[in-house]
């Protein structure tokens, strides 16, 4: 299968759908990545923090695809902003993927309190003179200030920056910016969290009359998006294919203006809320459970619902002068609500997950 490609202000062409790699490694990860290869990828993306670089570079010399046929990212880390740490890093990251040059290499994030990531890009762009180390070098997660920074000391911009972009963020004026600077958007977590977005009313709807998935409706969303390259991740051989096969239908613009009306969080809440009861609902339920495994997912719908209760809250009492006592009791204790927040705020980070024991009250929580 042939992916449209896109060409890059510097002249390199890369495939408009690659493979995310984040979190995939070691031999399944090799499996993984050959398989993608197998099937038709030609772009992949990794980088220094996935500690994934060998992974993929074993994946590529076990697949029969030629090396100059394949565009390679990688990305330099926030700790080695410095000049000579960059370059030393560049260097590294091609030892542990045992590659000769990546296609592309970006800075993974300014750390503007940091202000380094000027002489971070000073040394993408002398690496990329010496020898072929880089042939194309870009950003991620950069906003427009940064990148106007960079043109103004350097005079170089980037061929591409890798942000958050899916139907909830649809980043519009980002990509605006990108378009008239002749900056290529390239989208990372492009189907958001798959688990929560398959259950959007809209996006079932427009897969059911393109007789498609909703991921295939996401990235073909992508791909019409100006020309946005993806990067979705999966390990599967049937979800890598079904979401490089894209390229037989398209998305009429009543379908693209229904998906732009996504935009905002409510509807990202709404759907992580719905999901989390359920689940709550389920387990609650189960005799074989004795507790609940919340994640920093889940975490986040207690956050946001909360923000929403307050904000409410307080609109409700402005408007119609409710007293704060009968606001309580309506919006259910907001002492308890605190109580429980607190809990999962204070044990909150990210590679922990929590486990509530199946009472009625939440704020008995162990890690």
């Excluded at 070098?137 to 960079?150: D, T, Y």
């Excluded at 942000?163 to 958001?192: A, C, D, M, Y």
């Excluded at 709807?205 to 020309?227: F, N």
């Amino acid at each position: 299968m042939t992916i449209p490609e896109v060409t890059l202000n510097d002249g390199i062409r890369i495939p408009m759908i690659g493979l995310g790699t984040a979190k995939v490694k070691g031999s399944d990860g090799v499996r993984a990545i050959t398989s993608a290869l197998d099937g038709g990828y030609r772009l992949i993306d990794t980088a220094y923090n996935y500690e994934n670089e060998g992974t993929v570079g074993a994946a590529i010399r076990r697949s029969s695809v030629k090396r100059e046929d394949l565009r390679i990212s990688s990305k330099l880390p926030g700790r080695y902003h410095s000049y000579q740490e960059a370059v030393t890093a560049i260097q590294e990251s091609l030892y542990r993927a045992n590659l000769d040059y990546y296609d592309l290499y970006l800075i993974h994030w300014p750390n503007p309190k940091q202000d380094q990531y000027v002489e971070a890009w000073q040394a993408l762009i002398d690496a990329k003179k010496w020898g072929g180390l880089i042939h194309s070098i870009g950003v991620s997660n950069f906003l427009p200030e940064h990148l106007k920074r960079l043109e103004e000391e350097t005079g170089v911009l980037p061929s591409i920056n890798q942000i958050e972009l899916h139907p909830f963020f649809n980043q519009e004026e980002q990509r605006k910016w990108h378009e008239q600077h002749g900056i290529v958007t390239e989208s990372w977590s492009p189907l958001f969290r798959t688990s929560e977005i398959l259950h959007q009313e809209v996006l079932q709807e427009l897969a059911h009359k393109h007789h498609k998935s909703v991921t295939q409706i996401i990235l073909r969303w992508h791909y019409q998006l100006g020309g946005a390259v993806s990067i979705p991740k999966s390990s599967s051989p049937e979800r890598q294919l079904e979401n490089i096969s894209i390229f037989d239908f398209s998305l009429g613009q009543e379908d693209m203006d229904k998906i732009a009306k996504l935009q905002g969080l409510m509807v990202v809440l709404m759907i992580r809320i719905q999901l989390f009861m359920k689940n709550f609902r389920e387990l609650a339920g189960a005799n074989s459970l004795n507790y609940y495994y919340l994640s920093s997912s889940d975490c986040e719908v207690f956050w946001l619902f909360f923000l929403s209760f307050s904000f409410f809250k307080s609109i409700s009492r402005s408007l119609s002068g409710i007293s704060s006592t009968c606001c309580g009791s309506l919006l259910l204790s907001s002492f308890d609500f605190l109580s429980i927040l607190f809990t999962l705020l204070i044990l909150s980070n990210d590679d922990c997950d929590f486990a509530f024991w199946k009472t009625r009250d939440l704020t008995h929580a162990v890690i």
